[in-house]
């Protein structure tokens, strides 16, 4: 008796927690009803009937990271090419997502392979390695619109690398290699460019302050003559008022002029013209120097005799 009541309970049991039916956050369940779809539960505690209702799948709504092995792609120029994706989606729809497609995730990896074949195949080598935000956008768009009727949605597509052959990668390695080299020479040329210029206008800057400082010097130098020039004047012209105010007679006068036709007689001129006016007071000058001379040589001759 007890037997059966305790293989009664835990049947009772066993039923229960078959019946009562927990989602967690982020997580749909698919229930079926004898084999056909039923519904699908939500977040929280659910109650379904035991060998009657069973959950068909259970959907996580977080979004999905799935990176896709290389594939082998040929450009517009036949160039083959490995390249590889990151796809990043979301189930929206569990119920589609259950029976839209078997197989979901490999269906999302053919779909993107053939997808990057065809955007590849419609672009040269060049432009397939410099446009990949048009690849990835591209890749996006046809994606999202292929895996909507299947209850997912691809949030983004991106080229995660794109390997070229090696004597392609050789070739662009020496043509970037020479685009560097051509770079430094520009940059190299530049720089002598600006020096060169910076020079000559430091020369040009010297030259006109060396210019200016001349220019300078000889203003300086002229005002300076010029007022000696002025000073000398002006102490001729005082010496000439002197001369009137103190009233001298004539013979002061020619002596002035005879001094002055000594210091012109000292200077280097071979022939002179003396006004007749001073003629008579060179004469006289002749005649007392001839007296002075003679009564020099009576003066020697005397003493020579008182010596004897």
């Given at each position: ?95 589609m997502f259950t029976y839209g497609v078997d197989s979901p ?192 040589e009576d003066e020697e001759d005397k003493n020579a005799t008182?010596?004897?």
């Amino acid at each position: 008796m007890w037997i059966y009541l305790g293989v009664l309970i835990v049947l009772v049991l066993i039923l229960v927690s078959i019946a009562f039916v927990i989602v967690q956050q982020s997580n749909r369940y698919v229930v079926e009803r004898l084999g056909g779809y039923h519904k699908t539960l939500d977040v929280g505690l659910h109650f379904v009937i035991p060998f009657i209702d069973r959950v068909r799948q259970k959907v996580s709504l977080k979004e999905q990271v799935v990176d896709f092995n290389p594939q082998p792609v040929i450009t517009k120029d036949n160039v083959t090419m490995q390249i590889d994706t990151v796809v990043f989606y979301m189930v929206t729809d569990a119920k589609m997502f259950t029976y839209g497609v078997d197989s979901p995730l490999r269906a999302i990896e053919n779909l993107t392979a053939t997808t990057l074949r065809n955007i590849i195949g419609d672009l040269e080598l060049d432009e397939s390695l410099t446009s990949r935000d048009h690849i990835n956008k591209k890749m996006r768009i046809i994606l999202d619109e292929a895996t909507d009727p299947w209850g997912i949605k691809i949030n983004r597509v991106e080229v995660k690398n794109i390997v070229p052959p090696k004597d392609i990668r050789e070739a662009m390695e020496k043509q970037m290699r020479a685009e560097r080299e051509r770079r430094q020479a520009i940059l190299i040329a530049e720089g002598n460019k600006r020096s060169a210029i910076l020079n000559a206008e430091g020369d040009k800057e010297s030259k006109i302050l060396r210019a200016e400082g001349n220019k300078q010097e000889r203003i300086k130098n002229a005002e300076g003559e010029a007022q000696a020039i002025e000073t000398v004047k002006k102490a001729t012209a005082k010496g000439i008022e002197m001369i009137k105010a103190s009233k001298a007679d004539e013979p002061v006068l020619r002596l002035e002029a005879y001094k002055a036709m000594v210091d012109v007689a000292n200077g280097r001129a071979t022939k002179l013209i003396i006004p007749s006016e001073l003629q008579g007071i060179v004469g006289l000058a002749s005649t007392a120097k001839e007296v002075f001379t003679d009564l020099e040589e009576d003066e020697e001759d005397k003493n020579a005799t008182k010596k004897k």
